[in-house]
């Protein structure tokens, strides 16, 4: 049996990481090692992780904070397992996630990353939407890269990726870091698109993407300018018109009603002017009036 290992990152995770850490022991498939890189949390973080008492359960308490993704970089240097999986302290897995996914890899000895479809939950376990398409595994590369939604807590992949492609996290991002190494490692590696709800991302307002929006197209950025020769133009344009579109919401919100309006008849995309019409009426109009109510 192939031994899973698990990677936990963890700063100041302890609200919701008692049952992200129950969703791992729930497994059916038992053969795993848990790898918790603690990127020195102030909160109850450890103790709870302790209280587990699990001799799977492996603490790493970091040497220095760094950016999420070299923390990641640093948990993975600590694996023994063949493959490699993530969880967030936030999200959860279905408890046949590590089953089915091994059993794909038994089946087929050149499959190298597998990813599955995964819901987004509410603070309070409600299901909010299934992120995925049931024909998502019928995309090109291409388009799978474009309409990107590889959830960090569905993938796996083979330990050994780490040295025979030298596969790892670029270390200067803390937001975009899994859509810069998965989306390169689909164009590499042969993958499969599991068609099956294994994974459980929960939406709350302190997930780093939504926290941080300003760093993400800082980071955004900086990924046109270093992959520009290196993806299709179909691609950059996707990413470019996705800058576009957050620079105007951030536009609209902050600017008077003019201005604003500017960003909306100026905008550089050449797609979601209606999703701007309606965020200007949203923070212009409707907002201010509901909160006269």
């Known amino acids: 049996m192939n031994k899973v290992s698990i990677i936990m990152n963890c700063f ?44 799977r359960f492996f603490y790493h308490y970091a040497e220095s904070h760094t950016k999420l993704f070299k923390a990641r970089n640093r948990a993975m240097s600590k694996t023994t397992g063949d493959l490699i999986a993530f969880l967030d302290v936030d999200d959860y897995w279905s408890e046949i996630k590590l089953e089915r996914q091994c059993d794909a890899f038994k089946e087929d000895e050149n499959l190298d990353f597998v990813f599955s479809k995964y819901s987004i939950v509410d603070e309070f376990f409600d299901k909010i939407k299934t992120k995925q398409k049931d024909d998502l595994g019928k995309k090109s590369i291409e ?17 050994n990726l780490l040295h025979r ?46 926290v941080n929006q300003s760093q993400e197209l800082e980071e955004l950025e900086n990924w046109v300018e270093k992959r520009k020769n290196e993806v299709s133009e179909k691609i950059l344009k996707h990413v470019k018109n996705k800058i576009y579109f957050m620079k105007s919401i951030n536009k609209i919100k902050k ?16 797609d979601k002017q209606l999703k701007l019409i309606l965020y200007f009426l949203y923070f212009k109009f409707f907002k201010y009036l509901i909160a006269k109510k």
């Not at 609200?15 to 790898?35: F, G, R």
């Open 255 to 270: 600017s008077n009603i003019l201005e604003g309006f500017k960003s909306i008849i100026f905008y550089k995309g050449t």
């Open 165 to 210: 492609i030298n596969f790892s996290f670029d270390e200067n991002y803390n937001i975009i870091g899994d859509f810069d190494a998965f989306a390169n490692l689909i164009q590499s590696v042969n993958f499969l698109y599991m068609n099956k709800e294994l994974s459980f991302y929960r939406w709350h307002n302190n997930n780093l993407s939504t």
């Open 12 to 55: 100041n995770g302890e609200k919701y990481l008692h049952e992200a850490l129950s969703s791992i022991i729930s497994q059916t498939y038992q053969n795993w090692e848990l790898i918790f890189y603690d990127n020195q949390s102030t909160d109850q973080s450890k103790k709870i992780f302790k209280s587990f008492n699990e001799p």
């Open 143 to 159: 388009e799978l890269i474009i309409d990107y939604q590889v959830g960090l807590s569905t993938v796996m992949f083979r330990r």
